[in-house]
């Protein structure tokens, strides 16, 4: 699928970069045109799906950010590295 191909070459403009690299990227011209080009591409690719499948994309993120927060609300969360229990684990 094309869109795992972007996915690629997007994280292929970042893979070697710690994440303070990764937020100035946009500080060097010419690195963060192609950082920006890679988006554009996922973004088209993505929205294209969407399109295909029927689905709003605004709406999924929103679903996905609303269920996060009530399985890992940040007074219990924050600092944690653990995962909330799947619904099909048993306890």
Same mark, same amino acid.
Request: no cysteine.
């Given at each position: 699928m094309a869109l795992a191909g972007e996915v690629g070459e997007l994280l292929a403009e970042l893979q070697w970069l710690t994440p303070e690299e @990764?937020?100035?990227?946009?500080? *060097? /011209?010419?690195?963060?045109?192609?950082?920006?080009?890679?988006?554009?591409?996922?973004?088209?690719?993505?929205?294209?799906? @969407?399109?295909?499948?029927?689905? *709003? /994309?605004?709406?999924?993120a929103t679903d996905k950010l609303t269920e996060a927060a009530r399985r890992y609300p940040v007074e219990r969360s924050y600092g944690s590295a653990a995962k909330a229990p799947s619904a099909d684990s048993a306890g």
């Open positions: @990764s937020a100035q990227v946009m500080a *060097d /011209p010419e690195h963060g045109a192609r950082v920006r080009a890679e988006i554009g591409d996922v973004m088209i690719y993505l929205a294209r799906l @969407s399109d295909i499948l029927g689905i *709003d /994309p605004v709406a999924a």
